[in-house]
């Protein structure tokens, strides 16, 4: 056996770069090497060399791009085993084991004694040096970096296990919509161009000390670290059948996830502290780095009331012109059908006229960076707010995707009782993104979301109806969402659809529906389109829009960005 490097993104995706006894990267490195297409790549990035069957020595030689090893910037040969990953420039490689003979160890000159031993992701290969770390030696809580991972200075540095995760394989999902040239050229383009993206925002809460973090409020009483057990992660996956989009979130389940955890980050409204949280990001390398949603989409969204332009101090912290009102009582009562609630629903939180949970940094990148606490409270569905750690418990919500179940998080809505429905923040200029009915990756912000409003109850319930008539701390209306993030082992490029906000079309079963029996828990938009709201002849429609109107978009944005799915 030997090993190799796998590429996860970029014009190679899917490639093995052989290291054979040594592989130099870079643009004007040799075969294979400089074939990456990695415009951000130094003239010579970086040096690989194999350490007997398993290991791989893998050396920074860049001009400034540093070489980063599971999220971290590496200043030594560093060691690495099979399923770690690497980023160069912005390209992300695995290290695999291939067929073929073993190749014997290699030091670089020097090196034995200052290799640097980069945290594990364990994916259940055998790590021959990699030891574990002691319990008693110091673990960093700094906060995430979100745009820029700070340079490893100290050896052995262990990630927080909450936050271990690998950088999900950028394959995608799709609909088979003829987008696929069309998004290549997207995706290449935005890789091309990320890496500047990516430097400028390097600073975001770089400066926030552990004292200061102590210190500050945390829109709550009684809170307390976030606990539970966090599912262990394999290149996203956090058990069998279980994929992680989100990669720097934790979930305290697989097909029974209840709730998150998810980095938390500090910011500045008129002098005051606000915590928010990053889920999907427009620009790629930004997206690795964080280990979160790629979504160019919300780039679409600039020049609306429903991004909000932000500054950036000295130090990196994000001041938002915009805040919510989180001492807001939640008022919520079902009618009679469950839905609609009766009048007078109100949401727990409020936005005020410059909020939007989408943010536009000075280098134009867009962010999908909802607030969750200030000095007025915490957002309703916090469970935890850690101020120390910098990480929140956070609910989660479940729905469908092509009848797989789906994981999610519900931060915001455009409308006031959707708001007050799904327990959160109203935020009225989503509503002002493109575009209704529309979800062309070239012009739109947002994605089809179906809510049924009278759908089945019992065991297979479904529906805002059943929510309401379900009651519970956190009902889920178990929504059909028409795209996700990157899936693994798809190829097509269906994910540059995805985005965090959601387009609500209400649908109704018609009564002949209802009587018939054919009211059932769906799980899939494409066949609600196509042999529900779409007459089968000679029988009609069975699905509607509200009232019997036809069938589309409501004009209301629900910010849900996806986390997890279970893949059978």
């Excluded at 400089?34 to 069957?53: C, I, K, Y």
């Excluded at 030891?131 to 673990?139: E, F, I, K, R």
Aim: hydrophobic share 35%; with cysteine.
């Amino acid at each position: 056996m030997a090993v190799a490097l796998r590429i996860l993104a970029g014009p190679g995706s899917g490639n093995q770069l052989p290291i054979g006894t040594g592989l130099t990267v870079g643009q004007d490195a040799p075969p294979p090497g400089n074939m990456l297409g990695d415009q951000t790549l130094s003239a010579l990035h970086a040096v690989f060399r194999p350490v007997g069957e398993t290991e791989v020595l893998v050396e920074d030689i860049s001009a400034g791009n540093v070489t980063q090893v599971n999220g971290r910037g590496i200043t030594a040969p560093t060691q690495l085993g099979v399923g770690d990953r690497v980023l160069v420039g912005v390209t992300p490689l695995k290290v695999e084991l291939v067929a073929g003979p073993a190749v014997p160890a290699a030091t670089p000159d020097g090196a034995a004694s200052e290799t640097q031993v980069v945290p594990r992701l364990d994916f259940g290969a055998p790590h021959a040096q990699a030891q574990p770390v002691s319990q008693a030696q110091p673990v960093s809580h700094a906060p995430p970096v979100p745009h820029a991972q700070p340079v490893v200075q100290s050896q052995r540095v262990p990630l927080p296990a909450w936050q271990q995760g690998g950088t999900s394989q950028p394959s995608t999902s799709g609909r088979g919509h003829g987008r696929a040239v069309f998004a290549v050229i997207v995706a290449l383009a935005l890789i091309a161009g990320s890496f500047v993206g990516g430097l400028a925002l390097g600073r975001h809460n770089k400066s926030t000390t552990r004292a200061q973090l102590a210190a500050a409020p945390v829109g709550g009483s009684g809170d307390q670290s976030p606990s539970g057990t966090c599912m262990p992660a394999d290149s996203g996956r956090a058990g069998a059948g279980h994929f992680r989009f989100n990669t720097s979130a934790c979930e305290n389940g697989t097909t029974d996830v209840t709730a998150f955890i998810l980095p938390l980050h500090k910011g500045t409204h008129q002098g005051q502290t606000v915590w928010y949280v990053i889920m999907d990001v427009s620009d790629q390398a930004t997206a690795l780095r964080l280990g979160v949603n790629f979504v160019p989409k919300l780039a679409n969204a600039k020049g609306t009331a429903g991004v909000q332009k932000v500054t950036q101090g000295a130090d990196g912290t994000v001041n938002f012109p915009g805040t919510v009102d989180f001492k807001h009582t939640r008022a919520l009562t079902p009618g009679p059908n469950g839905f609609p609630p009766a009048p007078g629903a109100q949401p727990p939180s409020v936005g005020d006229a410059r909020y939007s949970p989408l943010i536009q940094l000075p280098n134009g990148t867009v962010e999908n960076a909802p607030q969750v606490a200030n000095d007025s409270g915490k957002a309703h569905k916090v469970l935890n707010l850690d101020t120390s750690a910098m990480k929140v418990l956070f609910r989660a919500q479940n729905g469908f995707y092509e009848n797989k179940a789906v994981h999610y998080a519900s931060f915001d809505s455009s409308d006031r009782t959707v708001a007050a429905i799904e327990d959160v923040t109203y935020a009225p200029t989503l509503a002002t993104i493109p575009g209704p009915n529309n979800e062309d990756v070239k012009t739109s912000a947002r994605e089809q979301l179906i809510a049924f409003i009278n759908g089945p109850s019992g065991p297979f319930g479904q529906g805002v109806n059943y929510a309401l008539q379900t009651g519970g701390a956190n009902p889920s209306p178990k929504n059909l969402l028409h795209e996700t993030p990157q899936l693994p082992q798809h190829d097509d490029v269906g994910s540059l659809d995805y985005t965090p906000m959601w387009d609500v079309h209400l649908a109704q079963w018609t009564q002949a529906a209802v009587d018939s029996g054919a009211r059932v828990q769906m799980r899939d938009v494409n066949t609600v389109l196509d042999q529900k709201v779409k007459p089968q002849a000679p029988d009609p429609a069975l699905v509607t829009g509200p009232g019997g109107k036809p069938y589309g978009a409501a004009n209301v944005i629900v910010n849900c960005p996806l986390v997890s799915i279970d893949i059978p």
